[in-house]
């Protein structure tokens, strides 16, 4: 592998940050990711793999070995009357992925339309929007040990998938490289509009039979309307997960916020809207300099251009600082902060 000395990562972070990092190189195949694995290299430097770049936030330069995955490729592996089974290279772009399965007649992953990043990326946290999560499609995923080139297989249950949460968020953390990830779709679909702006988008566009295609264009319609486009304003999607709070503390906020959007997660708890307690705490629009909280929905952290990653992560804590003074809820961010 090829490796370059101080490369601008202003490309490959969808914040649009200008930080750069020591060491930059790229894999598009698994035997030349287990080479230099095995060269040992990366042993005492630190390493961060980037896929689409989509949810990272970067403070600082890094002061170690960056590698982009680029391996592409997806390819049918198995089907039957009911089901497909489709492997599907971890640097596949996501997106492209979703068209991809629209075109062949797959429903699944209809619901996760223009959600940016890679297919690698998405079991990491468990990516999900409008009623569905990839894990109700995910079968497996195949990756490389970083210790020592080793190849694994996980399924379902090994991934320990939970709110935007994975095994490689947690107890794995750093130790694996994801290659490809398994899919099984459908070919029968079941359709999920029951996420209330899906239905009504559905209806505004004039849509009389349900199609996965017609679901992904509702879907895209809601995501343009009020996320921003990392190609034209930097961004991560959501900067915090939504929280959950015990029910009793939730019954003592509805008393004095009456308007509280929330819904029950089961276990005595309530989640609550991260996007609106921001909002209620008055950060919704608010820029200063190049940074700022976006104005169609408050979860999301912008970069109008030449914002630093620091300034953004300082922000960041404000927000965090005032949603616990205001409602004595703590909110953690869902992206890697670097
Ligand atoms: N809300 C506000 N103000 C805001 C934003 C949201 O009051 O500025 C309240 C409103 O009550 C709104 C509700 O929150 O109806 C839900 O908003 P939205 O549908 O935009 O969903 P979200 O909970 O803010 C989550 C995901 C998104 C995903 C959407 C749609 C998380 C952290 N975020 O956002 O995922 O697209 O649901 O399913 O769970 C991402 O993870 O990067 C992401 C964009």
Partial sequence: MNLTQNESLHPFNTFGLKQSAKLFGRFDDVDSLIGFIETDFLQDRSLLVLG??????????????????????????????????????????????????????????????????????????????????????FNSLEAVALKDGSRHMFTAHDCEFGYRESIF??????????TAVNFRLNKKPTFNTSYGAIADTLSEMGVEELSIKAVSDAVIKIRQSKLPDPMEIGNAGSFFKNPTIPKDQFGNLKTEFVDMPSYEVGEGNTKVLAGWLI????????????????????????????????????????????????????????????
Avoid at 126 to 137: L, Q
Avoid at 304 to 310: E, F, H, I, L, V
């Fill in 52 to 137: 689409g770049g989509s949810n990272i936030l970067l403070t600082q330069d890094f002061d170690g070995v960056v590698l982009k995955n680029e391996i592409t490729g997806i390819q049918v592996v198995k089907e039957n009357v009911d089901h497909v089974w489709v492997s599907v290279g971890a640097g596949e772009n996501w997106h492209q992925f979703v068209l991809y399965a629209i075109e062949n007649g797959w429903a699944g992953v209809e619901n996760l339309s223009l959600i940016p990043g890679t297919v690698g990326a998405a079991p990491m946290q468990n990516i999900g929007a409008y009623g569905v999560e990839i894990k109700e499609v």
């Fill in 169 to 178: 968020k947690t107890s794995a953390k750093g130790e694996y490289i994801i």
């Fill in 279 to 338: 909002e209620q705490c008055g950060w919704k629009g608010f820029r200063e300099g190049d940074i700022g909280v976006h104005s169609k929905q408050a979860l999301v952290l912008v970069n109008y251009g030449q914002g630093k990653g620091r300034d953004i992560y300082k922000l960041a804590l404000a927000i965090q600082a005032s949603v616990m003074q205001k409602f004595g809820i703590s909110i953690v961010p869902e992206v890697n902060v670097v």
